[in-house]
């Protein structure tokens, strides 16, 4: 088995003896460090880290491959929980209408906005839809990015969205990084249910997620549940239809209004709310009462150019966040973690360990993978990020931009 061995780490960071499945409140503001260490790989597993001073066990130099971490940090790569990366076509067209006065709604009532990718994706193929997705990927690796979740939303047929979870589970077997799927059958309302949501809602309940769970295509479940998309009603019946067939809950929820989606996420224990753009007192003390992560994107409120998650009071509450991309061509056409990181302490006042946590084992946890991604522990996958040279870790979200990743490593091999 392929050995590996980085020394001369100048400060290894989240490392983990006792496994933690979260970090929330006050600890989000420690990355537990080592300075001056070692890690050993083996296969595709960390098999053992520790301070230089500890190296003595290597008697067979032979076969081992010897990675000199020199002046630079070791993290483990990046966990995104929430994208929308398989779509056909780019929505540029849309940024210049926002950039002459539109809004995202005005843009969606039009035709454009999810149900102008819908379009476009009924007419590409799965082979089209595989490549591309995996060159944004490829992109997403080089900036440290080590698992991802994808979601459907873009199909909303029954065909089509199958033809999306097809493409994310190949994109399972021969992308380099973790990946899990999450079914959003209900992304809008297609143009041709505009006069009959109950009728889509059937189709989704009776057809669409028996056909997703026949496959063993999703993991996970999610809605729009926002005005103008989906109510809490719906929500309630799409997630319990989803739950029959063993699919968790994650839902799209307060990005433009606050109608309660929280609270009906929460009622479904629902893995992760995500968005919250729009968020009260009221909804920070639902969630204080339950095991639901919540997600912030800020990449989408810099591009909607609408308000950012109030992640500050979420922390201070207590409670554990993590931050994702979004990465889709509507309202986030990047997967570029480093800027949001950026945006995390630039926007919403998080220090780079609460970002970093946040968009490391809170993220793992946030998509199902904190027993495997998110920390540099005994036993978890070898997916790593080498930086640069560089003094302090606060480099990262302050030199926005620039590039601040040397290598990534998924599953003991350097990309
Ligand atoms: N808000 C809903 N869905 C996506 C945007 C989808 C699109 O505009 O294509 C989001 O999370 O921002
Ligand atoms: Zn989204």
């Known amino acids: 088995m392929k050995k590996t061995l980085i020394k001369h780490i100048k400060t290894l960071y989240q490392v983990e003896s006792e496994p933690r499945e979260k970090v929330a409140g006050k600890d ?14 083996e296969g595709d597993t960390i098999v053992d880290f520790g301070p230089m001073t500890d190296l003595h066990g290597v008697t067979n130099w032979n076969d081992l491959d010897v990675i000199d971490a020199d002046g630079k940090m070791v993290l483990p790569a990046w966990c995104d929980s929430h994208t929308h990366i398989v779509f056909a076509k780019t929505r540029e067209g849309e940024f210049v209408d926002r950039i002459k ?12 906005g999810i149900l102008n990718s819908a379009k476009r994706l009924r007419e590409t193929s799965e082979e089209d839809l595989f490549q591309s997705a995996m060159q944004r990927i490829k992109e997403m690796v080089r900036t440290g990015t080590g698992a991802i979740e994808v979601k459907s939303g ?8 199958l033809k999306m979870l097809r493409v994310a589970k190949r994109l399972k077997e021969e992308a380099p990084v973790a990946i899990k799927s999450t079914f959003l059958g209900a992304h809008a309302i297609p143009a041709e249910y505009k006069d009959n949501r109950k009728g889509y809602i059937d189709l989704i309940v009776n057809e669409m ?12 479940i999610d809605i729009f549940c926002e005005q103008g998309y989906f109510t809490n009603e719906e929500t309630d019946r799409v997630l319990e239809a989803g739950a029959k067939y063993g699919m968790i809950p994650k839902i799209h929820v307060n990005q433009f209004s606050n109608t309660g989606g929280v609270q009906t996420g929460i009622k479904h224990n629902a893995r992760t709310v995500d968005h ?39 922390i201070d509450a207590g409670l554990p966040l993590a931050i994702a991309t979004d990465y889709n061509p509507g309202s986030t056409p990047s997967g570029n973690i480093p800027f949001l990181l950026s945006l995390a302490c630039i926007k919403q006042k998080l220090t780079p360990e609460e970002a970093i946590n946040a968009v490391t084992l809170n993220g793992a946890y946030a998509m199902g993978l904190e027993k495997t991604h998110g920390s540099i522990a005994v036993g978890k996958k070898a997916n790593l990020i080498i930086t640069k040279e560089m003094d302090d870790i606060a480099l990262i979200p302050y030199a926005f931009g620039s590039e601040h990743i040397d290598q990534t490593i998924l599953n003991g091999q350097i990309q």
């Not at 539109?102 to 969606?108: F, K, P, V």
């Not at 997620?209 to 996970?220: F, S």
């Open 209 to 220: 997620i028996p056909a997703v769970a026949d496959e063993g295509l999703a993991e996970y």
């Open 276 to 314: 919250l753009e729009e968020m009260g007192k009221e909804e920070i003390e639902a969630l204080l009462k339950s095991n639901t992560m919540p997600v912030s994107l800020p990449s989408c409120s810099f591009f909607l150019s609408i308000p950012y998650t109030p992640a500050r009071e979420i």
């Open 154 to 161: 873009y199909g909303l047929t029954v065909e089509s969205e």
């Open 28 to 41: 989000m503001a420690t990355l537990p460090l080592i300075e001056d260490a070692y890690l050993a790989i």
């Open 101 to 112: 006065g539109l809004s995202y709604q005005e843009i969606a009532a039009k035709g454009g």
